[in-house]
């Protein structure tokens, strides 16, 4: 359709039509037979809102969903086709690795192709856009929500943004799908890390480390924003002018479709900043929030608005007018079912092609932490002990993959057997958790029905499969209700059954290899001194567990990198590799003794830091090669080092380059990742690795809030982490 034509149908529209083109409900509205059903009486909705309505989420089978629209279609006078959006995050029913993990992979373009994949899977069901990716920035590991980000670092935040976007949208076609961009902004760091609580920080703070990686989402051309549920300098997002128009229209030029998070314009009530739904719908609407998800708020209260000359009509006009270009971008005028396809959904949901894409990107994904006396990769012709709750489960997939087939997951214990047969002995050992209360309350994701396992059965059992084993590998971890939304623990330790089994076995004195699965960095000192090998594997999606065989045997050698460190306790966080220079600091202060930046109790250092991953060889850096050691604003530096495969296996290797300002005129952080490459090398071969640095890696908000270089000194890093590196400096001269 002509943009002359979408003006032409906002035109014709009344009042009524027009605002309730503003309302975003589930899929709960509909039965089997696209009928409305109940829920639009809890929702105070009449039958014209919902004949009116302008998105529906959560919807999925193309058959189901070409009736739905055919229904809405037959009963809407403009002819205006509902939206279709989904809570596909990092997969449909194939799934992707979580973005913590998938993040720890340094492939960005592995990480397209997945992403590409899951876009493909969604269009074909019939589904329009996707609430996804989250692009939030996390450095609280008791905040649940840190598995669907890519980590602590707003530069490696930022290109994950971008490709993801580019991912899920193409050009657009039947095999793409419009990318919803959230949380706008900063709900990666709420107060204590708990779900849905307050964030303060300053506007610099805000800038310079959260913003970038949406700012980079939106110049990506993502087509929709979805507002977040906490405050922004004491507004919460969905009501804050400041934040949804000022910054993300106007200074940002962001031209697409905003959307609240589930019933946030309502929360304004409950925030405190808004008297009742009446005020809440003012706040919303003239924030420029477009959809309002799943309340009544702005269908029972715009138009009253209106007529009191509470708001300019032209408001809502505006946000029309953005959802209607939306659904023309889309095609929807001309094809309401867009990719929707049975015959389709049959071909590739769940491909082989898909299935190999997953594969990879989880093999990539899965860190080795420790790797002690070569214990990996295992032997097959040892006999293997697999013990523990995760040794034969299916749900490897993470809290926000709803729709993934579980019937189809391999466990780790069925493709350890395809390796290796009867030398593999399995016993449970123990439940997941010992206290199912902490995961009640999540709908159909509860505990009701769980049945509780005898202990000491599953114990004694565990101990005699092990003693008659050369190996014990033990695959503990979260159950999946305890990270995602609403997962929020102030207790990162491994659940207190499955420490007392690692325990008794480590009293056998046997290799023990860990695989933990788990949705955050949890505390490991407890753990670190009973094992010889220990694996991440993050909720490693459907293919997960076919990947972690292929490196536990070494049929795959590990390449992943942190993206998020791993704390040595509670106490220590947040704790993050980029953190500001200290007047104090422990190393190269003036002071002495106790007297500077550190604790009495425990190392400054994280356990596991950010960038840091092992192999099953060994990567040699020389040192660094500056092309120049002056850098002019119009000029550039090239960064070089040579590194060496110096062990027995060919291997992958992420090359990190980290800068310090040494000298600005705001605090500056000890260092910041300002590029990678993901090497592979044969061994004994080597590869030069080049980076290019020019004035934009400099770039701050500085004392006067200007984003600008300033001159001076800096320091360049080249190496396998954020903390094992090489050093050499340069001076910029403007």
Not at 59 to 71: H, P, S, T
Request: proline letters at 3%; glycine letters at 8%; aromatic letters at 8%.
């Amino acid at each position: 359709m002509k943009k002359e034509k979408v003006l032409e149908l906002l035109k014709q529209m009344t009042l009524e039509e027009k605002i309730y083109q503003l309302v975003q409900l589930d899929g709960s509205l509909y039965s089997e037979k696209a009928a409305v059903t109940g829920p639009k009486a809890k929702l105070g909705m009449s039958d014209d809102v919902i004949c009116n309505m302008g998105s529906i989420y959560n919807v999925f089978g193309a058959e189901k969903l070409k009736k739905i629209q055919d229904e809405h279609l037959k009963n809407n006078r403009n002819k205006i086709p509902l939206l279709v959006c989904a809570d596909i995050i990092y997969g449909y029913q194939t799934v992707l690795p979580i973005p913590l993990a998938f993040g720890g992979a340094w492939n960005t373009k592995l990480v397209k192709e997945g992403i590409e994949m899951v876009a493909k899977e969604a269009a074909v069901t019939g589904i329009h856009g996707v609430f996804s990716p989250m692009v939030d920035l996390v450095r609280d590991p008791r905040w649940g929500r840190v598995m669907e980000s890519t980590g602590e670092d707003s530069y490696l935040n930022s290109i994950y943004a971008k490709i993801e976007v580019e991912g899920f949208q193409g050009n657009l076609d039947n095999e793409h799908v419009a990318s919803c961009v959230k949380h706008f902004a900063a709900y990666g760091a709420p107060e204590g890390g708990r779900e849905y609580n307050t964030v303060d920080m300053s506007e610099r703070q805000l800038r310079q480390e959260y913003l970038p990686a949406y700012k980079a989402a939106v110049d990506a051309g993502c087509k929709m924003v979805m507002t977040s549920f906490n405050t922004v300098d004491g507004i919460p997002a969905s009501g804050n002018e400041w934040l949804m128009r000022k910054l993300l229209r106007d200074e940002w030029g962001f031209k697409g479709v905003t959307v609240s998070d589930y019933a946030a314009i309502k929360e304004l009530v409950y925030h405190g900043i808004a008297e009742d739904d009446f005020m809440a719908a003012k706040l919303g609407i003239e924030a420029g929030v477009d959809f309002d998800m799943k309340t009544s708020v702005y269908s029972n209260n715009l138009k009253e608005l209106v007529e009191k000359n509470e708001i300019d009509v032209k408001l809502i006009d505006e946000a029309v007018l953005r959802i209607l270009n939306l659904k023309n971008d889309l095609g929807l005028f001309e094809n309401p079912y867009r990719g929707a396809s049975k015959s389709l959904e049959n071909e590739v949901i769940g491909s082989e092609e898909h299935k190999k894409i997953a594969l990879k990107l989880a093999e990539e994904s899965i860190v080795l932490l420790k790797n002690d006396n070569s214990v990996l990769p295992l032997q097959k012709d040892k006999k293997i002990a697999l013990i523990g709750p995760y040794a034969d489960e299916t749900s490897l997939v993470g809290l926000w993959a709803f729709f993934a087939d579980k019937a189809n997951i391999k466990t780790l214990k069925a493709t350890m057997e395809d390796k290796i047969g009867e030398n593999l002995l399995y016993s449970q050992g123990c439940d997941i958790l010992s206290d199912l209360s902490m995961i009640e309350g999540f709908g159909f994701l509860s505990s009701k029905g769980l049945e509780k396992r005898d202990f000491e059965k599953d114990l004694e059992e565990a101990l005699k499969v092990a003693d008659d084993a050369e190996v014990i590998v033990l695959a503990l971890g979260e159950h999946t209700l305890q990270s995602g939304e609403a997962g929020s623990r102030t207790e990162l330790s491994l659940d207190k059954m499955q420490l007392k089994l690692l325990e008794e076995l480590s009293k056998l004195n046997k290799p023990i290899v860990c695989v933990m699965f788990n949705g955050r960095p949890l505390v490991i000192d407890n753990i670190l001194d009973k094992v010889d090998g220990l694996v991440e594997a993050w909720f490693p999606g459907t293919q997960g567990a076919v990947a972690l065989a292929n490196i536990l045997f070494g049929e795959v050698n590990p390449s992943g990198k942190l993206t998020m460190s791993f704390p040595r306790n509670i106490g220590q966080i947040p704790v993050h590799y980029n953190e500001f220079k200290t007047g104090r600091p422990l190393i190269g202060s003036g002071h002495v003794g106790r007297f500077v930046s550190k604790y009495i109790d425990s190392s400054n250092e994280p356990r596991y830091e950010f960038g840091y991953g092992l192999s099953y060889t060994d990567f040699e850096y020389d040192e660094i090669k500056l092309s120049s050691t002056i850098l002019k604003s119009n000029e550039c530096i090239k960064a070089s080092v040579l590194v060496k495969n110096v062990g027995q296996v060919k291997g992958k290797e992420v090359v990190q380059l980290y800068i310090q300002d040494v000298i600005g005129s705001v605090v500056r952080p000890v260092k910041e990742l300002k590029g990678f490459e993901k090497i592979e090398l044969e061994p004994n071969e080597s590869k030069e690795v080049e980076f290019i640095i020019s004035e934009k890696e400099l770039k701050f908000f500085g004392k006067d809030m200007n984003f600008a270089a300033e001159k001076g000194e800096f320091k360049v890093f080249i190496g396998a982490s954020s903390k094992n590196v090489k050093e050499s400096s340069f001076k910029y001269l403007g």
